[in-house]
């Protein structure tokens, strides 16, 4: 089953967001640093993104673990719908250097985690866990809103927000409206790092 199954209906494209996010601010962090490079290996730019460790601290705890083992780095973005979200962070199926034909699938060697629902709304640059049907599936695959997406409020664990990169995560390629977003030669997280 893909993680992050939803119903394409409730997929309408929102009107273009500015370039940069207002009102958004750096929080405590740590922040997660993801290097972004096309399909060719080609630079795209960064992404900065400021985790949640008071909402969602086993989520946020699992992402650093998993940034700090290098696991992240070459993980394709394999589900990217636009004016919906862009998915990333399949260990397992989704490297940019192996067959990323079962991206979306997998996750890590860790336990699946519990969920920890918050009071975040989903809205540009939230950063969500992916999971199967059950809520307490999520395991290292995660998903960047492009556009408000309130249906998900409750349902999927918030873990961080965008603070830099809006441009850069507009930028990336987007996948087929007709197959749920995959994408084909898809740009990847060349590097993530977690800075403190």
């Known amino acids: 089953m893909r993680k992050l199954a939803l119903i394409p209906a409730l997929l309408m494209a929102a009107p ?11 929080g405590p962090g740590p922040n997660m640093v993801i290097e972004v490079a096309g399909a060719d290996g080609t630079a795209k730019g960064q992404i900065v993104i400021d985790l949640y460790a008071d909402k969602a601290p086993n989520h946020v705890e699992r992402l650093v673990t998993l940034a700090r083992d290098g696991a992240y780095d070459g993980v394709v973005f394999h589900r990217v719908i ?9 260990v397992q199926h ?3 250097s192996g067959d990323t034909a079962m991206a979306g699938m997998g996750g890590s060697d860790l336990p699946d985690l519990a969920a920890e629902f918050n009071d975040v709304s989903f809205q540009p640059g939230t950063v969500g866990m992916a999971r199967s049907a059950s809520p307490d599936s999520a ?31 507009n930028s ?13 030669a898809p740009d990847y997280m060349a590097t993530v790092t977690i800075a403190e």
């Open 94 to 96: 989704g490297k940019q």
């Open 16 to 26: 273009a967001l500015a370039q940069e996010l207002p009102g958004v601010t750096d």
């Open 139 to 169: 395991n290292s695959q995660f998903f960047i809103d492009l556009a408000p997406a309130p249906f998900l409020d409750g349902q999927y664990t918030v873990v961080g927000q965008l603070v830099e990169g809006w441009d850069v995560l």
């Open 172 to 184: 990336i390629k987007k996948g087929d409206p007709a197959a749920n977003g995959s994408v084909e």
């Open 82 to 90: 636009d004016g919906f979200m862009a998915q990333t962070g399949d």
